[in-house]
């Protein structure tokens, strides 16, 4: 399985972006892709998730009401709609995949098997 993320780049405070991740090399109805983020000097936390094949999305109760997670089946592309965008939001954003435990939703670093490389997002003030 191979993620490639894109769509980062520097926005003003208020801004939007819309991040996306092209995912190639498996069958994906089984999987949760999430993304993550990580600011300089900090660890990396969890965004938002979607199932690949049920549509479902939960999210990082930080990032309800900005974000939105969404993919497209035709294309094998997850989006990440960043909204109301804040300096805080700077971070190198990733996107990663798994094939979850039954009935699990997950959301840690180390619940992911596969991850693309990161798009910088600078947000200034």
């Known amino acids: 399985v191979q993620l490639q993320a894109s769509g980062g780049g520097l926005v003003q405070a208020g801004g939007s972006l819309r991040l996306s991740c092209a995912a190639s090399g498996g069958t994906f109805s089984a999987y949760i892709m999430g993304w993550f983020r990580q600011a300089p000097g900090k660890e990396r936390e969890f965004v938002a998730a979607i199932g690949w094949g049920s549509g479902n999305t939960y999210y990082a109760d930080s990032m309800k009401g900005r974000f939105a997670v969404s993919r497209d089946n035709a294309k094998n592309t997850m989006y990440l709609q960043m909204n109301m965008l804040k300096p805080e939001d700077t971070a190198l954003y990733y996107c990663?995949?798994?094939?979850?435990?039954?009935?699990?939703?997950?959301?840690?670093?180390?619940?992911?098997?596969?991850w693309g490389q990161g798009t910088l997002v600078t947000v200034s003030s």
């Open positions: 990663a995949a798994t094939v979850p435990r039954r009935g699990t939703y997950p959301a840690a670093v180390g619940d992911y098997r596969y």
